[in-house]
């Protein structure tokens, strides 16, 4: 009875055996149970049957273990054929790999990607406009559908997009990738970025993008407006820019360097971005100042001045530049953006420059979940304009309100009056629903 009690909590214990020495213990138990068998089929010297019972429960306990090491000799024996599954990280070089395997361990280090954090917020809309203009119909518009997609690649670097899908006038629908940015921060006063970005011109182009749930009203002032909605800035570039804090104190001074492809002038149906090929050797540059006094929260008083040369077809080259000044005031629940721009065009061999002035001023008032605002533009451009003769002079109010009805969904109502040169002005209305997810 003893022996048996013994042998049963040996077997009972919770380590299982694996390998070599599982097996050798399995043949010396089965050595056991067979004596054991050779004694349970004689009488019991005392008569009772608690030794029979015992040696019962070692045989099924013994049926167990050899499942279970059977089990284990099948997976060990499979599992060379799978390949190991190893991260980056644990990948090692050997001691004596010499400076190739110090190079293919660094290699796998600059590749792991285990630190990456991907990010992705949606923007949309869907309005509801019409006019009184002739041969303007009412119609429903689904907007943008904005992917602003971030990653965190590294300390130093990240990854910045905006992927947008959008119908055009014909109700086709296209994939436009409206930014693409590489950008490395050294530190506060240097980060640069390599792609495609929104061109630091004046304050609005900067500060709203691809979504009208970002923006007060239900669209961009006309000075601001899309190149493929008949904008007339070059609103997106593809090239490098830097921008950073310049020490000034209290003064908060900032500066935007750009060098970059500069806009189609070729052919009017040309990609008015120029996302592979330049058009000509020449690039354009943009400098920018700005600060943001401590003194007045929500200020920032900043310009700008850009340049390029256009080379359009069958036409002299045209020297472009365009100034721009721009005070605003925004904090939570008031904004006061103000804009003034004029857009000069030289061309070659001729002593006239175009000039192309325009301005808005846009004031808005939180009130709770509502937003009134208005807003007043202005753009005169010449007639014989060289580079967008069809412009002319165009002006008008808008008034609005924004009703926020959740942290994600806001409803807007608006009402503009555009006048124009050559054509008879025009009221319209619009109902919007702009939302973020």
Known sequence: MRSSSLLMRTLSGQKVVQGTVGKRAIVVLLGMLTSAGVVRAQPAPDGTE???????????????????????????????????????????????????????????????????????????DVTFHGSDRKGDTSSFTLGQLNLFVTSDISEKFKLLSEIVFEADQRNNFGVDIERLLLQYSHNDHLNIAVGRYHTAIGYYNTAYHHSTWLQTATGRPFLFQFEDGG?????????????????????????????????????????AVQNVVDENNTKS???????????????????????????????????????????????????????????????????????????????????????PYFRYQYVNGSDSEPVFPDVGLRQGPSAGVRFDASESVALKFQYDRTSLRHQPSYNSLALQLGFTF
Do not use: C
């Open 231 to 271: 904008g007339i800035l070059p609103i997106h570039n593809v090239g490098v820019t830097a921008s950073g804090l310049i020490p000034s104190g209290r003064l908060q001074l900032h500066y935007v360097a750009e060098v970059g492809n500069g806009r189609a002038s070729r052919l009017p149906t040309d990609e």
């Open 285 to 371: 540059v943009n400098l920018a100042l700005f600060a943001t006094p401590e003194a007045v929260r929500g200020l920032q008083v900043g310009f700008s001045v850009y340049h390029d040369r256009l080379q359009p077809v069958n036409a002299p080259r045209i020297g472009e530049t365009i100034f721009s000044a721009h005070v605003v005031l925004v904090r939570p629940t008031f904004e006061w953006l103000n804009e003034a721009l004029d857009i000069r065009h030289a061309p070659d061999g001729s002593a006239h420059v175009y000039d192309t002035p325009g301005f808005y001023t846009q004031i808005s008032k939180r009130l709770g979940s509502y937003r």
């Open 50 to 124: 608690s030794d029979r019972q015992t040696i019962q429960m070692l045989v099924r306990r013994v049926e167990q273990l050899e499942a279970r090491v059977a089990q284990l000799e099948a997976a060990k024996q499979a599992a060379p054929a799978a390949a190991p599954v190893e991260t980056p990280t644990q990948t090692r070089a050997p001691a004596d790999a010499g400076p190739e395997g110090k190079s293919a361990h660094a290699v796998m280090e600059r590749m792991d990607t285990s630190n990456t954090l991907l990010r992705i917020r949606g923007f949309g």
